[in-house]
């Protein structure tokens, strides 16, 4: 079975400061790992996926296989980045997502 | 282009009444998802096409949810005899098929509510 765990379900952190939304999950392969944001009456849209190796918006993700974690990170947050974010896991040779409860993160001004 | 539409926006349903939930993927995505998404969860997955084959309808959780996909590009979700427990918000997502790392397009959801 797979499953996405997101231990914070609110997170506050003010203007300026380093952000880090937790995310480990449990597989037993190789997953595929995604960030899904929604911001304030917008649709679901992915963020960044693990593959990709990217910085979007900032916002880094490292896969820790070791740790199982998956962990979301910006050193500078900023007030567009409150959100509602979800971490979601593809396994090999399927297609659908298994997502965590989501954190919904503010940032103070 | 435009994303991916779905309809009614709202659905206000009596329990015991069916309805009928619309999703207009983007054109030429060959793969298409439902999610449920509770109040305060995630969404969770229901059931999934490629083209007009449903290929895992794992996630469904009774008879009295249906999905069709005729043509391989509009999809309709059924619920039949609604109860307060299907009151949720859901989700279709389109994607182009197979190899990794294709991105799931989201629609703005279906709020559903059961009185």
């Known amino acids: 079975a797979q499953r996405v765990t997101q231990p914070e379900k609110l997170l506050s952190v003010f203007k300026g400061a380093p952000v880090e939304l937790k995310c480990n999950y449990s597989y037993s392969g190789s997953p595929e790992l995604f960030w899904y944001v929604q911001y304030s009456r917008q649709r679901l849209q992915l963020l960044l996926r693990h593959i990709s190796r990217e910085s979007i918006k900032g916002f880094t993700a490292d896969l820790n296989k070791g740790e199982t974690s998956f962990h979301l990170k910006k050193p500078f947050a900023q007030e567009e980045d409150s959100a509602m974010y979800y971490c979601?896991?593809?396994?090999?040779?399927?297609?659908?997502?298994?997502f965590g409860t989501g954190t919904r993160l503010t940032i103070i001004p | 282009g435009a994303g991916v539409s779905q309809s009614p926006r709202y659905k206000v349903a009596k329990r015991g009444q069916d309805v009928a939930l619309r999703c207009d993927p983007i054109?030429?995505?060959?793969?298409l998802f439902w999610y449920q998404q509770a109040l305060g969860q995630g969404p969770e997955f229901l059931t999934y096409f490629q083209n007009e084959a449903q290929l895992d309808k794992s996630g469904l959780p009774s008879d009295r949810f249906f999905a069709e996909r005729p043509e391989g590009s509009v999809s309709t979700l059924k619920i039949q005899r609604t109860q307060q427990e299907d009151s949720a918000v859901y989700l279709c997502?389109?994607?182009?098929?197979?190899?990794?790392?294709?991105?799931?397009?989201f629609g703005p959801g279906t709020r559903l509510t059961v009185l």
């Open positions: 979601a896991l593809r396994g090999l040779g399927n297609e659908k997502l298994t």
């Open positions: 054109s030429g995505h060959v793969s």
């Open positions: 997502a389109s994607s182009l098929p197979g190899a990794s790392g294709n991105e799931q397009f």
